[in-house]
């Protein structure tokens, strides 16, 4: 109910989505929507205080998770969206990641700010795997930095796809994403148990 409020809004979500597949129009100012509104969300960097401390509270952090989750889901089940909406939200959010890693450096790295920044990291990552030309694209210093501090709250099935290796063999990471998938391993195999360990916890 955060984004379109309503009683059911599931329905109300259904026909914007309809509308929008049937009107570029409507697309575009849906998805014009949806950005702002996670950006909105954002205490320190939707103010003009940029001085004053990180102020973002866990049911702000919570908002943006939301958003930002429903702004990836749309773009992928959306392929009435056109390449160049889709580059300029990715820019865009590349633009906020860049602000908000430059903000985290004069501050105190909270739960919270990992949260947030993991959370539209994980936006643009989802959007990459779909668009995965947009690497060449969104590729910098500031996203490098941003997967650096966030890549423990980035979810296991953004960590080990393949369209990202590029990305991060470029920082370091490829490592990390050549890890056994989980279900290599159900039902257990008592050969393949050490292995196994790393998806106990």
């Known amino acids: 109910n955060i984004l379109t409020p309503s009683l059911k809004s599931k329905y109300t979500q259904f026909l914007v989505f309809f509308a929008a597949s049937k009107n570029a129009f ?26 004053k401390p990180l102020n973002n509270t866990p049911a702000k952090a ?4 939301i958003a930002s989750c429903f702004l990836s889901s749309f773009i992928k089940n959306a392929p009435f969206l056109n390449y160049a ?5 990715c820019e865009l959010l590349l633009d906020w990641i860049g602000r908000k890693v430059e903000a985290l450096a004069h501050y105190s790295k909270s739960t919270t700010e990992i949260y947030i920044i993991s959370s539209v990291l994980c936006c643009l990552l989802e959007i990459v795997t779909v668009y995965p030309d947009l690497i060449s694209y969104i590729s910098s210093s500031s996203l490098n930095d ?6 423990p709250s980035i979810p296991l099935h953004i960590r080990q796809n393949k369209v990202l290796e590029p990305l991060y063999s470029e920082i370091g990471l490829i490592e990390n994403t050549n890890q056994p998938q989980v279900s290599q391993f159900h039902p257990f195999n008592p050969l393949e148990l050490p292995l196994c360990k790393q998806f106990i916890l």
């Open 85 to 89: 909406q889709v580059k300029s939200t």
């Open 62 to 65: 919570k908002s943006i998770r």
């Open 26 to 51: 409507v697309a575009d100012r849906f998805l014009g929507s949806l950005v702002a509104f996670l950006f909105s969300k954002d205490a320190q960097l939707s103010s003009h205080h940029s001085s």
């Open 146 to 151: 941003s997967i650096k501090i966030s890549y």
